[in-house]
């Protein structure tokens, strides 16, 4: 029976709001609490620290505690700075550490990686790509993020791969520098929720279904797809976060925008099937980001 399952914390950190879970999968969710992230780590972590406490004074013991972040982050053990939050644009949270202060205040077994990394184990484990050896799940919000699945394992190298930061082909005629501090006119520059919001001058949300910015947006990610197809062949490609889920339109683009960027080059109706279940949303929804911090937690225990 679920209930007789150890119980799992799980710690998203977002750009704009962290979330707290307390459970042992979808099926079985305790306690789900947000924060907002702001510009104070102490503050926040000390937040996180007591949500999860008064969770398991409640329900019982933490057995192990995953935290899925926004990044980058330094996930080498032998760095002295493993776990941390590391050259982030994300104000106040530079060179924070994470990893280690939450394992210090549960004492529990704690696995640490990206958010895109934590959802697509969780995608693999209870969502849309169950029984796939070979996926991506890329995230498009405040920034974006990819997380690669091969072999069954993520991939890592020195370091996570960062691919929301490549630079790619820009559509004719498209001079806009970008929002990214770091690169201008990467694909997080051109497609994030920020850059479609600073190129539209409007919050996405106001932002009209024919606005040019929609398929600019849909352009850069579909060349981050392409990137993705050529480089690492996933089987399933599962595209959520805060803008895909506010406007799924979008999706729609991203997929007519690949096929003409291949240009017929690979034949994806006979390699992985039809774009409509080729290219997807998150089986999980919304919980996909969540619930990749209980699947750090289960990998960790």
């Known amino acids: 029976m679920t209930a007789s399952k150890p119980l799992l914390g799980g710690v998203e950190l977002g750009g704009t709001k962290c979330v707290c879970l307390l459970g042992t999968g979808p099926g079985d969710i305790r306690v789900q609490t ?24 409640t329900h019982g013991p933490i057995h192990a505690l995953g935290i899925a972040s926004f990044g980058p982050l330094d996930l080498s053990r032998r760095s002295p700075t493993y776990g941390f939050i590391t050259s982030t644009p994300k104000p106040g949270w530079r060179n924070t550490s994470v990893a280690d202060r939450l394992a210090q205040a549960f004492d529990v077994p704690v696995g640490f990686d990206t958010d895109v990394n934590g959802a697509a184990l969780a995608e693999g484990r209870w969502g849309a790509a169950r029984n796939l050896e070979d996926f991506a799940y890329i995230t498009v919000g405040t920034g974006v993020g990819v997380g690669l699945v091969a072999g069954g394992r993520l991939v ?13 082909a820009r559509r004719p005629g498209d001079h806009w520098r970008g929002v990214c501090e770091f690169h201008g006119d990467c694909v997080e520059g051109l497609a994030s929720g ?48 805060g803008v895909i889920e506010a406007r799924p ?34 089986g999980l929804g919304t919980l996909a980001g969540p619930l990749g911090a209980l699947a750090l937690a289960a990998d960790a225990n």
């Open 34 to 57: 947000s924060v907002p992230t702001g510009d104070d780590p102490a503050m926040t972590l000390g937040r996180i620290e007591r949500i999860l406490h008064d969770a398991a004074a």
């Open 156 to 168: 890592h190298g020195f370091a996570h791969p960062e691919l929301g930061h490549i630079r790619i």
């Open 194 to 241: 920020v850059a479609i919001a600073a190129r539209a001058g409007m919050p996405a949300l106001q932002i009209p279904a024919d606005n040019p910015a929609w398929g600019l947006a849909a352009h850069a990610l579909a060349q981050l797809l392409h990137t993705l197809v050529l480089a690492t062949a996933p089987r399933r490609i599962l595209v959520g976060g």
């Open 249 to 282: 339109a979008l999706l729609d683009q991203v997929r007519r925008e690949l096929l003409s960027s291949l240009n017929g080059y690979l034949d994806l109706q006979a390699l992985a099937g039809n774009i409509d279940r080729y290219v997807v949303s998150p």
